[in-house]
Nanobody, 125 residues
Framework: QVQLVESGGGLVQAGGSLRLSCAAS????????MGWFRQSPGKEREFVAA????????LYADFVKGRFTISRDNAENTMYLQMNSLKPEDTAVYYC??????????????????WGQGTQVTVSS
């Protein structure tokens, strides 16, 4: 059974930092892109960041560029999202996801078959 489990969410003041982790089990994703998405109440799920299979390429939504950094450790089957300079508008449930196709690299949520249960990030002003 494939599972993605996020951790590291919580409550932080504006300007603070959090580091999210996504641990995969049940199969390896060392040849698959992985990504982070988020959803706020009343809003659709949106792309945050993605990283290719090797970790050599990454993509970011404009609203997190320069503040968030995505990384992965294929030996540990784990992906990370370092979030700095957090803003109240970053408040959302953050989901990690893995693409089912090897070598593909996209920001479209439709391409990601495997999803975690989400972790809440709340940024107070």
């Amino acid at each position: 059974q494939v599972q993605l489990v996020e951790s590291g969410g919580g409550l932080v003041q504006a300007g603070g930092s959090l580091r999210l982790s996504c641990a995969a089990s049940g199969r390896t994703f060392s040849r698959n892109a992985m990504g982070w998405f988020r959803q706020s109440p009343g809003k659709e799920r949106e792309f945050v960041a993605a990283i290719n299979w090797s970790g050599g390429s990454s993509l970011y939504a404009d609203f997190v560029k320069g503040r968030f950094t995505i990384s992965r450790d294929n030996a540990e089957n784990t992906m990370y999202l370092q979030m700095n300079s957090l803003k109240p508008e970053d408040t959302a449930v953050y989901y990690c996801a893995a693409d089912q196709h090897v070598w593909r690299f996209t920001t479209s949520s439709l391409a990601y078959e495997y999803w975690g249960q989400g972790t809440q990030v709340t940024v107070s002003s």
